[in-house]
């Protein structure tokens, strides 16, 4: 593995189910963070975490939960999907204190 | 908290034309900037940072920024583009009471390079 790797690429869920959309990164960074991604917004924080056992809430946290058991992980679970959830989630880190952010490729969700 | 605002959604130019990218910022704390630059279907990389020093930034890649604090502008410009330099662009300062470590980013400027 190399940088952040995101689960899966993409997934089309019916509303009303759970998902959790997976980021690992190797690079031992302290901070990580769960972005979504809609035309005309930018990409909004929803959930992030300063280091492992703690976690905090974005911009944009409804409908969302995260944990941080360990240091290499971070998964974004929505547990009863709805179709304005449907947008591109990025993960990111950064080293503590360096706001010089990495990001993993993107999940596609779409929630019908 | 800091906020940011990209004026233009959309930016076409020719190839080899200088292009101007505009980003402003709201801040009344310390101020650190983010270029970060997204090509199709690819998660996002930064471009160049404003922490502190030199107001005049530079990537490997030929563009530059200046953190102008009179006119709370963070401006990315490219003397000359080429059709590779075709992305999304966005702007970011820190989101604030996150630590300084997580970023509110701009709407995105998409910059369309034409031959």
């Known amino acids: 593995i190399a940088g952040i790797t995101q689960a899966p690429t993409s997934q089309i869920l019916a509303a009303g189910r759970r998902m959790t959309l997976r980021c690992t990164q190797d690079?031992?960074?302290?901070?990580m963070y769960w972005y979504r991604q809609d035309l005309g917004l930018g990409l909004r924080l929803i959930h992030y975490?300063?280091?492992?056992?703690?976690?905090g809430k974005g911009e944009v946290p409804d409908g969302y939960s995260v944990s941080r058991a360990n240091t290499d992980d971070f998964p974004l679970t929505l547990a009863s999907a709805v179709p304005s959830q449907t947008s591109v989630y990025f993960c990111?880190?950064?080293?503590?204190?360096?706001?010089?952010?990495?990001f993993g490729p993107g999940t596609r969700l779409t929630v019908l | 908290a800091q906020s940011v605002t990209q004026l233009d959604s959309q930016v076409p130019v020719f190839e080899e034309a200088p292009v101007e990218l505009r980003c402003n910022y709201s801040s009344s704390v310390s101020v650190y900037l983010f270029w970060y630059v997204q090509y199709p279907n690819q998660g996002l990389q930064l471009l160049l940072k404003y922490l502190s020093g030199s107001t005049l930034v530079e990537s490997i890649n030929g563009f530059e920024a200046e953190f102008n604090k009179s006119q709370t502008s963070f401006h990315l410009r490219k003397p000359s583009v080429h059709i590779s330099d075709t992305a999304e662009y966005f702007c970011a300062a820190p989101l604030g009471n996150t630590g300084r470590r997580a970023l509110t980013f701009g709407s995105g400027t998409r910059l369309q390079v034409q031959p």
């Open positions: 990111a880190s950064s080293e503590l204190d360096n706001n010089e952010q990495f």
């Open positions: 690079m031992r960074h302290n901070a």
């Open positions: 975490s300063n280091t492992a056992g703690t976690t």
